[in-house]
């Protein structure tokens, strides 16, 4: 087997055929129309082997079938149909995309837990938020707005006013510095309500709490965030938030 063999039967592999489906179709298409004698000898499968993958291949239009007299010949057909079937394919796939994505959408009880490190990546997460929550929805912080800023002022900020675009419930606890204390003066335009921590707050990672996820990011290298996604958690954090908030004036 030459080396540009190996390579298209691992073509037909990934295009989605058997070994023996692969092998039957390009010996076929190497002997042009021929019998089952002639490519069971060249590619080294029994012939009631052969016989079965050409029956495989006839029902997915890749072979096709030559009668002269008594006499029964195979040929692969054109390869340009493999690119006709992948077509066929694709289509199908788009069609029944929109019930693969109903089915990952839906609530699912089970916890999930997700791990992500680098800005890169957590920049990602923040982005994915604003996509997923829904109007009316919490959307509750204990962080340090300094430390948070810090790691990306330009994304952040940008974030920030997206965020403001959303109609959400905004409340943010910050722990007590003077980008914090500026940004409270301003928290009407951004759509929050804001609390300042007791001065011994010292915080080196964020908590972002919304009804589905609880996204908890550490600011301090090395940068990471750990997402769970479970409403019994959001619930319970939540709740917590709550205590925290109504106990600050």
């Known amino acids: 087997m030459t080396q540009n063999t ?7 592999l990934d295009f989605g055929l058997s ?4 092998k039957v179709y390009l010996t076929a298409l190497e002997l042009g129309s021929t019998s089952v004698l002639k490519i069971s000898q060249l590619s080294s499968l029994k012939r009631p082997t052969v016989y079965l993958v050409v029956e495989s291949l006839l029902k997915k239009g890749l072979m096709s079938v ?9 040929k692969a057909e054109n390869p340009d149909r493999l690119e006709t079937i992948f077509n066929e394919r694709k289509q199908e796939l788009l ?15 089970s916890s999930f837990i997700k791990y992500y490190e680098g800005l890169s990546a957590i920049k990602l997460v923040y982005s994915d938020l604003l996509a997923e929550i829904k109007t009316g929805d919490d959307y509750l912080v204990i962080g340090n707005q300094e430390e948070w800023l810090s790691l990306d002022s330009k994304f952040f900020q940008k974030f920030i006013e997206k ?7 905004l409340r943010l606890l910050f722990q007590d510095s003077t980008v914090a204390r500026e940004h409270k003066k301003y928290e009407r335009n951004f759509n929050e309500k804001i609390k300042i921590l007791p001065k011994q707050t010292s915080l080196t990672t964020n908590l972002v709490i919304t009804p589905r ?9 090395p940068t990471l965030a750990i997402v769970i996604e479970n409403q019994n958690v959001s619930r319970m954090n939540k709740e917590m938030f709550e205590i925290i908030w109504n106990s600050i004036e």
Do not use: C, M, W
């Open 95 to 109: 069609k029944s995309l929109p019930y693969f994505q109903e089915i990952y959408a839906q609530d699912k009880s």
């Open 163 to 169: 965020r403001a675009e959303l109609k959400i419930n």
């Open 213 to 221: 996820k609880v996204i908890i990011h550490q600011l301090k290298s």
């Open 19 to 22: 070994d023996k489906e692969a």
């Open 66 to 74: 030559e009668v002269k007299g008594f006499k029964k010949n195979y």
């Open 6 to 12: 190996e390579s298209l039967l691992k073509t037909l």
